[in-house]
Protein backbone atom coordinates (compact mmCIF):
# COMPACT_ATOMS: atom_id res chain seq x y z
CA UNK A 1 0.00 0.00 0.00
CA UNK A 2 1.14 3.65 -0.64
CA UNK A 3 2.23 5.39 2.39
CA UNK A 4 1.24 9.03 3.80
CA UNK A 5 3.05 11.17 5.84
CA UNK A 6 1.45 12.64 8.91
CA UNK A 7 -0.61 14.72 10.09
CA UNK A 8 -3.07 13.45 7.93
CA UNK A 9 -5.29 17.00 8.97
CA UNK A 10 -2.53 19.43 9.44
CA UNK A 11 -3.80 22.69 11.30
CA UNK A 12 -5.92 23.35 14.20
CA UNK A 13 -8.02 20.03 13.57
CA UNK A 14 -7.96 18.17 17.66
CA UNK A 15 -9.38 15.83 19.23
CA UNK A 16 -10.24 13.58 16.21
CA UNK A 17 -13.51 11.14 16.41
CA UNK A 18 -13.44 9.46 12.65
CA UNK A 19 -16.10 6.71 11.68
CA UNK A 20 -17.14 4.71 7.79
CA UNK A 21 -20.45 4.53 6.75
CA UNK A 22 -20.12 2.13 3.50
CA UNK A 23 -17.43 3.74 1.78
CA UNK A 24 -16.97 7.14 2.97
CA UNK A 25 -14.76 7.74 5.89
CA UNK A 26 -15.62 10.89 8.25
CA UNK A 27 -13.52 12.89 10.75
CA UNK A 28 -14.68 15.27 13.48
CA UNK A 29 -12.58 17.42 15.12
CA UNK A 30 -12.89 20.34 18.24
CA UNK A 31 -13.54 23.89 17.14
CA UNK A 32 -13.19 26.10 20.09
CA UNK A 33 -14.50 29.14 20.39
CA UNK A 34 -14.78 29.09 16.66
CA UNK A 35 -18.27 29.26 14.80
CA UNK A 36 -19.82 27.46 12.88
CA UNK A 37 -18.88 24.39 15.37
CA UNK A 38 -17.15 21.17 14.94
CA UNK A 39 -15.62 20.41 11.37
CA UNK A 40 -16.37 17.28 9.86
CA UNK A 41 -13.78 16.28 6.86
CA UNK A 42 -14.27 13.10 4.52
CA UNK A 43 -12.15 10.89 2.28
CA UNK A 44 -12.59 7.47 0.70
CA UNK A 45 -9.12 6.51 0.92
CA UNK A 46 -7.72 7.72 4.29
CA UNK A 47 -5.23 9.73 2.46
CA UNK A 48 -7.13 12.53 0.84
CA UNK A 49 -9.39 14.37 3.23
CA UNK A 50 -11.66 17.32 2.35
CA UNK A 51 -13.73 19.54 4.57
CA UNK A 52 -17.18 18.72 3.87
CA UNK A 53 -19.48 20.56 6.96
CA UNK A 54 -19.52 22.54 10.24
CA UNK A 55 -23.00 21.41 10.99
CA UNK A 56 -23.52 23.58 14.23
CA UNK A 57 -24.23 26.17 12.33
CA UNK A 58 -27.50 28.25 14.00
CA UNK A 59 -28.24 29.78 17.24
CA UNK A 60 -30.60 26.95 18.31
CA UNK A 61 -27.30 24.72 17.87
CA UNK A 62 -25.16 26.44 19.19
CA UNK A 63 -24.29 30.28 20.76
CA UNK A 64 -21.18 31.10 21.76
CA UNK A 65 -21.16 34.79 22.47
CA UNK A 66 -19.74 34.86 26.01
CA UNK A 67 -17.13 32.11 25.46
CA UNK A 68 -13.77 32.47 26.82
CA UNK A 69 -10.84 32.00 25.40
CA UNK A 70 -10.13 28.33 24.27
CA UNK A 71 -14.31 27.33 25.34
CA UNK A 72 -16.67 26.34 22.90
CA UNK A 73 -16.94 22.84 21.37
CA UNK A 74 -14.59 20.10 22.64
CA UNK A 75 -14.28 16.43 21.64
CA UNK A 76 -17.18 15.65 19.31
CA UNK A 77 -18.10 11.74 19.04
CA UNK A 78 -19.58 11.28 15.77
CA UNK A 79 -21.16 7.65 15.20
CA UNK A 80 -24.08 6.04 12.79
CA UNK A 81 -26.42 3.38 13.81
CA UNK A 82 -27.47 2.15 10.70
CA UNK A 83 -30.04 4.55 10.48
CA UNK A 84 -28.92 8.12 11.10
CA UNK A 85 -25.31 10.21 12.53
CA UNK A 86 -25.47 11.13 15.77
CA UNK A 87 -23.04 14.01 16.21
CA UNK A 88 -22.02 14.01 20.68
CA UNK A 89 -20.59 17.56 21.60
CA UNK A 90 -19.43 19.30 25.09
CA UNK A 91 -20.19 22.84 24.85
CA UNK A 92 -18.08 24.65 27.22
CA UNK A 93 -18.64 27.90 29.19
CA UNK A 94 -16.34 28.22 31.83
CA UNK A 95 -13.04 26.16 32.24
CA UNK A 96 -10.98 28.00 34.60
CA UNK A 97 -11.12 27.23 38.48
CA UNK A 98 -12.79 24.53 39.80
CA UNK A 99 -16.14 24.62 38.61
CA UNK A 100 -16.11 24.08 34.86
CA UNK A 101 -19.54 24.63 33.17
CA UNK A 102 -19.61 21.76 30.31
CA UNK A 103 -22.64 21.24 28.90
CA UNK A 104 -23.12 18.00 26.81
CA UNK A 105 -25.71 17.68 23.53
CA UNK A 106 -26.71 15.11 20.62
CA UNK A 107 -27.61 16.83 17.11
CA UNK A 108 -28.87 14.13 14.55
CA UNK A 109 -29.20 13.82 10.81
CA UNK A 110 -30.22 11.32 7.86
CA UNK A 111 -27.60 12.26 6.16
CA UNK A 112 -24.09 13.71 7.21
CA UNK A 113 -24.27 16.95 5.04
CA UNK A 114 -27.82 17.25 7.07
CA UNK A 115 -30.12 18.51 8.05
CA UNK A 116 -28.48 18.25 11.48
CA UNK A 117 -31.35 18.50 14.50
CA UNK A 118 -31.87 21.02 17.40
CA UNK A 119 -30.07 19.75 20.19
CA UNK A 120 -30.76 16.84 22.80
CA UNK A 121 -29.40 18.00 26.53
CA UNK A 122 -28.10 15.15 27.52
CA UNK A 123 -25.75 16.12 30.78
CA UNK A 124 -23.24 18.44 32.45
CA UNK A 125 -20.88 16.35 34.58
CA UNK A 126 -18.12 16.50 32.88
CA UNK A 127 -16.63 16.57 28.98
CA UNK A 128 -15.60 14.45 26.21
CA UNK A 129 -19.05 12.83 25.45
CA UNK A 130 -19.18 9.77 23.43
CA UNK A 131 -22.31 7.86 21.98
CA UNK A 132 -21.69 3.44 21.88
CA UNK A 133 -24.15 1.70 19.95
CA UNK A 134 -24.11 -1.48 21.42
CA UNK A 135 -24.74 -3.94 17.89
CA UNK A 136 -25.98 -7.14 19.66
CA UNK A 137 -28.81 -5.91 22.02
CA UNK A 138 -29.35 -2.34 20.44
CA UNK A 139 -29.10 0.17 23.41
CA UNK A 140 -27.05 3.01 23.67
CA UNK A 141 -25.05 4.45 25.69
CA UNK A 142 -23.29 7.27 26.99
CA UNK A 143 -19.97 7.97 28.43
CA UNK A 144 -17.92 11.40 29.34
CA UNK A 145 -15.31 11.90 32.03
CA UNK A 146 -16.42 12.96 35.02
CA UNK A 147 -15.26 16.23 37.01
CA UNK A 148 -15.33 16.18 40.47
CA UNK A 149 -14.26 19.50 41.61
CA UNK A 150 -13.98 18.13 45.18
CA UNK A 151 -10.89 16.07 44.21
CA UNK A 152 -8.72 19.25 44.19
CA UNK A 153 -6.31 19.36 42.68
CA UNK A 154 -7.03 16.02 40.57
CA UNK A 155 -10.51 16.39 39.67
CA UNK A 156 -10.80 14.07 36.54
CA UNK A 157 -12.46 11.29 38.23
CA UNK A 158 -12.96 8.66 35.99
CA UNK A 159 -15.41 7.67 32.84
CA UNK A 160 -18.85 7.43 33.70
CA UNK A 161 -21.56 5.15 31.86
CA UNK A 162 -25.04 5.21 31.90
CA UNK A 163 -27.93 4.18 29.09
CA UNK A 164 -29.42 6.70 26.92
CA UNK A 165 -32.37 6.53 24.41
CA UNK A 166 -33.83 9.50 22.22
CA UNK A 167 -36.76 9.40 23.83
CA UNK A 168 -36.11 8.87 27.56
CA UNK A 169 -32.92 10.64 27.47
CA UNK A 170 -29.88 9.27 30.65
CA UNK A 171 -31.39 6.32 32.39
CA UNK A 172 -30.90 3.60 34.57
CA UNK A 173 -27.62 3.07 36.73
CA UNK A 174 -24.87 4.57 36.03
CA UNK A 175 -21.45 4.00 36.84
CA UNK A 176 -17.70 5.01 37.02
CA UNK A 177 -16.59 2.30 34.79
CA UNK A 178 -12.65 2.97 34.47
CA UNK A 179 -10.78 5.17 36.85
CA UNK A 180 -7.25 5.40 34.67
CA UNK A 181 -4.00 4.60 34.84
CA UNK A 182 -1.24 5.97 36.98
CA UNK A 183 -0.83 8.48 33.90
CA UNK A 184 -3.73 10.49 35.48
CA UNK A 185 -6.25 13.06 33.72
CA UNK A 186 -8.31 10.16 32.50
CA UNK A 187 -10.58 11.65 29.45
CA UNK A 188 -11.63 11.23 25.62
CA UNK A 189 -13.98 7.69 26.12
CA UNK A 190 -15.08 5.77 23.29
CA UNK A 191 -16.49 2.10 23.62
CA UNK A 192 -16.34 -0.58 20.80
CA UNK A 193 -17.26 -4.34 21.25
CA UNK A 194 -15.35 -7.01 19.39
CA UNK A 195 -14.96 -11.00 19.89
CA UNK A 196 -17.14 -10.71 22.94
CA UNK A 197 -14.58 -7.78 24.90
CA UNK A 198 -16.23 -3.97 25.00
CA UNK A 199 -13.01 -1.88 24.70
CA UNK A 200 -12.51 1.60 26.15
CA UNK A 201 -10.02 3.49 23.78
CA UNK A 202 -9.48 7.05 26.11
CA UNK A 203 -7.11 10.01 26.35
CA UNK A 204 -4.49 10.35 29.53
CA UNK A 205 -1.62 12.13 30.55
CA UNK A 206 -3.19 15.95 29.49
CA UNK A 207 -3.15 17.43 25.85
CA UNK A 208 0.57 18.57 26.48
CA UNK A 209 3.84 16.33 26.13
CA UNK A 210 2.47 13.41 27.88
CA UNK A 211 -0.51 12.83 26.33
CA UNK A 212 -1.42 9.37 25.99
CA UNK A 213 -4.09 6.63 23.78
CA UNK A 214 -4.70 3.90 26.77
CA UNK A 215 -6.79 1.02 26.09
CA UNK A 216 -8.74 -1.18 28.35
CA UNK A 217 -11.62 -3.88 28.11
CA UNK A 218 -14.10 -6.28 29.91
CA UNK A 219 -15.23 -9.69 29.26
CA UNK A 220 -19.09 -9.81 28.34
CA UNK A 221 -20.31 -6.84 30.49
CA UNK A 222 -20.08 -3.32 29.59
CA UNK A 223 -20.05 -2.42 33.23
CA UNK A 224 -16.86 -3.55 33.73
CA UNK A 225 -14.46 -4.72 35.52
CA UNK A 226 -11.77 -3.51 32.75
CA UNK A 227 -8.60 -4.31 32.65
CA UNK A 228 -5.39 -2.48 31.65
CA UNK A 229 -3.90 -3.22 28.17
CA UNK A 230 -0.44 -4.90 28.50
CA UNK A 231 1.34 -1.58 27.36
CA UNK A 232 -1.07 0.26 28.96
CA UNK A 233 -0.68 3.17 26.35
CA UNK A 234 -1.23 2.08 22.68
CA UNK A 235 -0.31 5.65 21.40
CA UNK A 236 2.56 8.03 23.13
CA UNK A 237 5.68 10.23 22.78
CA UNK A 238 5.65 10.56 26.32
CA UNK A 239 8.81 8.90 26.96
CA UNK A 240 10.42 9.70 23.17
CA UNK A 241 10.73 13.71 22.91
CA UNK A 242 12.86 13.59 19.78
CA UNK A 243 9.94 11.90 18.05
CA UNK A 244 8.56 13.95 15.11
CA UNK A 245 4.80 13.43 16.21
CA UNK A 246 4.79 14.62 19.62
CA UNK A 247 1.87 15.05 22.12
CA UNK A 248 0.26 11.94 20.65
CA UNK A 249 -3.09 11.25 22.06
CA UNK A 250 -7.09 11.51 22.27
CA UNK A 251 -7.61 8.78 19.68
CA UNK A 252 -10.23 6.18 17.84
CA UNK A 253 -10.45 3.49 15.77
CA UNK A 254 -11.79 2.36 12.55
CA UNK A 255 -11.91 -0.93 10.47
CA UNK A 256 -11.35 -0.78 6.35
CA UNK A 257 -14.23 -2.37 4.33
CA UNK A 258 -11.28 -5.10 3.92
CA UNK A 259 -10.66 -5.53 7.71
CA UNK A 260 -7.58 -3.53 8.68
CA UNK A 261 -7.80 -1.47 11.33
CA UNK A 262 -6.79 2.20 11.87
CA UNK A 263 -6.11 4.73 14.45
CA UNK A 264 -6.74 8.28 14.31
CA UNK A 265 -4.96 10.60 17.41
CA UNK A 266 -4.69 14.01 18.41
CA UNK A 267 -0.72 14.96 17.58
CA UNK A 268 1.35 18.32 17.60
CA UNK A 269 4.59 19.42 15.60
CA UNK A 270 7.08 21.37 17.80
CA UNK A 271 9.36 24.06 16.85
CA UNK A 272 12.70 25.12 18.32
CA UNK A 273 13.70 24.50 21.76
CA UNK A 274 10.64 26.26 22.96
CA UNK A 275 8.72 23.11 21.55
CA UNK A 276 5.82 25.21 20.98
CA UNK A 277 3.42 23.57 18.03
CA UNK A 278 2.46 26.18 15.97
CA UNK A 279 -0.08 24.67 13.91
CA UNK A 280 -1.84 23.63 16.67
CA UNK A 281 -2.78 20.18 17.45
CA UNK A 282 -3.64 18.33 14.40
CA UNK A 283 -4.94 14.71 13.70
CA UNK A 284 -2.71 11.65 12.70
CA UNK A 285 -3.53 8.09 11.45
CA UNK A 286 -1.57 5.15 12.73
CA UNK A 287 -2.13 1.23 11.45
CA UNK A 288 -3.09 -1.34 13.82
CA UNK A 289 -3.73 -4.71 14.33
CA UNK A 290 -5.28 -7.57 16.41
CA UNK A 291 -3.08 -9.78 17.76
CA UNK A 292 -3.88 -13.41 19.10
CA UNK A 293 -4.52 -12.37 22.67
CA UNK A 294 -6.93 -10.19 21.32
CA UNK A 295 -5.78 -6.72 22.24
CA UNK A 296 -5.17 -4.06 19.63
CA UNK A 297 -1.59 -2.94 18.97
CA UNK A 298 -0.11 0.02 16.93
CA UNK A 299 1.90 -1.12 13.94
CA UNK A 300 5.99 -0.12 14.63
CA UNK A 301 3.93 1.89 18.11
CA UNK A 302 3.66 2.79 20.71
CA UNK A 303 5.73 6.21 19.32
CA UNK A 304 3.35 7.10 16.29
CA UNK A 305 4.88 7.11 13.02
CA UNK A 306 5.54 9.79 10.74
CA UNK A 307 4.98 7.62 7.52
CA UNK A 308 1.83 5.40 7.47
CA UNK A 309 0.64 2.77 4.81
CA UNK A 310 -2.60 3.47 3.99
CA UNK A 311 -5.63 2.47 1.33
CA UNK A 312 -5.23 5.57 -1.12
CA UNK A 313 -2.62 7.32 -2.71
CA UNK A 314 -2.04 11.32 -1.54
CA UNK A 315 -2.83 13.88 -4.17
CA UNK A 316 -0.14 16.79 -3.79
CA UNK A 317 -1.25 18.47 -6.61
CA UNK A 318 -4.84 19.03 -5.34
CA UNK A 319 -3.32 19.72 -2.10
CA UNK A 320 -1.09 22.24 -2.75
CA UNK A 321 -3.73 23.91 -5.80
CA UNK A 322 -4.36 27.48 -5.09
CA UNK A 323 -7.76 28.33 -3.82
CA UNK A 324 -9.53 31.49 -5.01
CA UNK A 325 -12.70 33.05 -3.64
CA UNK A 326 -15.44 34.64 -4.64
CA UNK A 327 -17.78 37.00 -3.24
CA UNK A 328 -19.78 38.77 -6.30
CA UNK A 329 -22.17 36.67 -6.64
CA UNK A 330 -22.21 34.84 -2.97
CA UNK A 331 -25.01 34.04 -0.72
CA UNK A 332 -23.01 32.61 2.05
CA UNK A 333 -19.37 32.52 2.97
CA UNK A 334 -17.19 29.49 1.62
CA UNK A 335 -17.16 26.42 3.52
CA UNK A 336 -13.37 27.53 4.49
CA UNK A 337 -14.13 30.16 6.75
CA UNK A 338 -15.04 30.53 9.98
CA UNK A 339 -15.44 33.55 12.45
CA UNK A 340 -15.46 33.75 16.62
CA UNK A 341 -18.05 32.81 18.35
CA UNK A 342 -21.67 34.30 17.56
CA UNK A 343 -24.29 32.63 15.38
CA UNK A 344 -25.24 37.24 14.46
CA UNK A 345 -23.65 37.23 11.83
CA UNK A 346 -24.93 40.22 10.11
CA UNK A 347 -23.89 41.87 12.78
CA UNK A 348 -19.77 41.39 11.65
CA UNK A 349 -20.12 40.40 8.39
CA UNK A 350 -22.18 41.06 5.29
CA UNK A 351 -21.27 39.64 1.63
CA UNK A 352 -23.71 42.10 -0.27
CA UNK A 353 -21.97 44.66 -2.80
Known sequence: MPQIRNPILPGFNPDPSILRVGPDYYIATSTFEWYP?????????????????????????LDGRGWPDSCGVWAPCLTHDGEKFYLVYTDVKRKDGSFKDTHNYIVTAPKIDGPWSDPIYVNSSGFDPSLFHDPENGKKYFVNMLWDHRRRPRM???IRLQEWSEKGGLSGPRKTIFHGTDLDLVEGPHLYKR??????????????????CTLARSKGDIWGPY????????????????????????????ETPE??????HLTGRPTSQFRRC???????????????????????????SLYVDVPGTFDESKYWAEQRYDFTDAKELHKDFQWLRTPDTPRIFGLKN
Open 37 to 61: GVQIHHSKDLANWDLLIRPLSRASQ
Open 156 to 158: FAG
Open 195 to 212: NGYYYLLTAEGGTSYHHA
Open 227 to 254: EEHPQKHIVTSKDHPNAPLQRAGHGDIV
Open 259 to 264: GKTYLV
Open 278 to 304: VLGRETAIQEAYWDKDDWLYVKNGPVP
